[in-house]
Nanobody
Framework: QVQLVESGGGLVQAGGSLRLSCAASGSIFRNNVMGWYRQAPGKQRELVATMSSGGNTNYADSVKGRFTISRDNAKNTVSLQMNSLKPEDTAVYYC??????WGQGTQVTVSS
């Protein structure tokens, strides 16, 4: 079992920034892809950004140039720096480990 704990969500005005963090713990015997998805009310969960243990990244088109994912393999953490936030970024953001384990989610609200 892998446990994920997210932090860093909150309320911010459009154009502002937030940084999300996620720490993985438990039965971690190897590094795995980690990343972020989000789910807005009435919508399906969607990819935001992921990063492999080797550093390869994948971003949703809607966040490219605004969001940056990073990770620390030694600490089993992944972070998401979100800049130039838009109201449409409002959602619950979920951290994942290997697309198998998921955090409880952290709310990000961007006001216009």
């Amino acid at each position: 079992q892998v446990q994920l704990v997210e932090s860093g969500g909150g309320l911010v005005q459009a154009g502002g920034s937030l940084r999300l963090s996620c720490a993985a713990s438990g039965s971690i015997f190897r590094n795995n892809v980690m990343g972020w998805y989000r789910q807005a009310p009435g919508k399906q969960r969607e990819l935001v950004a992921t990063m492999s243990s080797g550093g390869n990244t994948n971003y949703a088109d809607s966040v490219k140039g605004r969001f940056t994912i990073s990770r620390d393999n030694a600490k089993n953490t992944v972070s998401l720096q979100m800049n130039s936030l838009k109201p449409e970024d409002t959602a619950v953001y979920y951290c994942h480990w290997g697309y198998t384990y998921w955090g409880q989610g952290t709310q990000v609200t961007v006001s216009s």
